[in-house]
């Protein structure tokens, strides 16, 4: 008789226990470092500047950066939370201290693990910077899908277009025609070159004033922004394991960093691109801020917003008062959920 063949689901199961099991035995090793009460200091407040998978970096109000093993409660803790922590009489392994407890978050970024679902990797956001392409031209769909994303995550957006050095003049005015767009509605935007540093100055100064975060598609520039905003960045390689942080490369772990200017970045590689699948329609719709106050308006509640009787949001098109490439825009982005909750992308959400 032959071996049953494993279906694609049982392989998941197995795959996502051993994964579990190698991490149980991570941990037990983690474990093996104790903390007597007697060995830690009085309780401090910190904030989490970089989060490896056993241990977490903290830094205290004087700005100085402490290792810390985490209470067993804490598996969730980011880059960004305010904590609680105790620092520990000497070092343990490499390991300073403990963090005891974490502070509410205002907000927080997500992402989906394929076996664990939802996957929290940053806290505490003032804004997202959704930095755009303008080859082989400036997508507004793409921009679109983030601003959904950032509207229901109730995190502030600016749109950010790199590589404007690359472009001739009559490209530039076609760029900035298309920008209007979202001025009109209230957005944030900015035109940039990180490589010629074209209104560098003043995206430093926007990003001076509380914590930011990066998102955007592969090849638009993110990496050469930072590099630029933080050129010691590239600098930081030594030998710290990737999962405790305590002997490999580091850049693959989320990161925050004090820019020279003011305001922090957080550089978090697994944040740089999300998607849409994790909402539904009700909620794209309402990631279009301009039609906030005209929905429930339309003649019926079932109202597609298509070639309905009495829609509001088309009567708003037509009157000019609603962007026609925005509206365009929102029905693709319908259209394709379907397909978009089968895909493995990066989103945001938010708690609260």
């Known amino acids: 008789m032959s071996k049953k063949k494993l279906t694609y689901n049982q392989q998941r199961r197995i795959h996502s226990?051993?994964?579990?099991?190698?991490?149980?035995?991570?941990?037990?090793?983690?474990?093996?470092?104790?903390?007597?009460?007697?060995?830690?200091?009085?309780?401090?407040?910190?904030?989490?500047?970089?989060?490896?998978?056993?241990?977490?970096?903290?830094?205290?109000?004087?700005?100085?950066?402490?290792?810390?093993?985490?209470?067993?409660?804490?598996?969730?803790?980011?880059?960004?939370?305010?904590?609680?922590?105790?620092?520990?009489?000497?070092q343990l392994q490499g390991v300073s201290g403990v963090i005891e407890a974490i502070h509410p978050r205002k907000n927080e970024i997500a992402r989906p693990d394929y076996y664990d679902g939802l996957k929290v990797i940053a806290a505490n956001i003032d804004r997202i910077i959704i930095v755009s392409s303008i080859l082989p031209e400036l997508s507004l769909n793409i921009i679109d899908r983030y601003l959904v994303v950032c509207e229901n995550a109730n995190i502030p957006a600016v749109i950010v277009v790199n590589k404007v050095d690359l472009l001739s003049k009559e490209q530039?005015?076609?760029?900035?025609?298309?920008?209007?767009?979202?001025?009109?509605?209230?957005?944030?935007?900015?035109?940039?070159?990180?490589?010629?540093?074209?209104?560098?100055?003043?995206?430093?100064?926007?990003?001076?004033?509380?914590?930011?975060?990066?998102?955007?598609?592969?090849?638009?520039?993110?990496?050469?922004?930072?590099?630029?905003?933080?050129?010691?960045?590239?600098?930081?390689?030594?030998?710290?394991?990737?999962?405790?942080?305590?002997?490999?490369?580091?850049?693959?772990?989320?990161?925050?960093?004090?820019?020279?200017?003011?305001?922090?970045?957080?550089?978090?590689?697994?944040?740089?691109?999300?998607?849409?699948?994790?909402?539904?329609?009700?909620?794209?719709?309402?990631g279009y801020k301009e039609f906030r106050y005209l929905l429930g308006t339309c003649k019926f509640r079932d109202c597609k917003h298509l070639n309905d009787p009495g829609c509001a949001l088309r009567a708003a098109v037509e009157a000019g008062k609603i962007d026609p490439v925005r509206f365009k825009n929102y029905h693709n982005l319908i259209e394709s959920l379907s397909s978009s909750k089968k895909g493995r992308h990066f989103f945001t959400h938010i708690n609260g």
């Open 172 to 286: 530039r005015l076609e760029v900035q025609k298309k920008l209007a767009i979202y001025q009109k509605i209230g957005y944030q935007t900015l035109m940039i070159s990180a490589k010629l540093g074209e209104n560098m100055q003043n995206f430093t100064t926007l990003l001076s004033e509380g914590t930011s975060i990066f998102v955007g598609q592969s090849g638009v520039g993110k990496s050469s922004l930072i590099n630029r905003i933080l050129p010691e960045v590239d600098a930081q390689v030594g030998e710290i394991n990737e999962s405790s942080g305590l002997g490999k490369h580091t850049t693959t772990s989320s990161r925050l960093y004090h820019l020279s200017d003011g305001g922090d970045l957080i550089d978090s590689p697994g944040i740089r691109e999300f998607g849409l699948w994790h909402l539904d329609e009700n909620q794209i719709t309402k």
């Open 17 to 90: 226990n051993n994964a579990k099991t190698l991490q149980r035995h991570k941990s037990r090793k983690s474990d093996d470092i104790q903390w007597q009460d007697e060995m830690l200091g009085p309780t401090q407040e910190g904030t989490v500047v970089t989060r490896y998978s056993l241990h977490a970096d903290v830094e205290n109000a004087q700005g100085e950066i402490f290792r810390c093993n985490l209470r067993r409660t804490l598996a969730n803790l980011v880059v960004g939370d305010k904590v609680l922590w105790r620092k520990g009489s000497e």
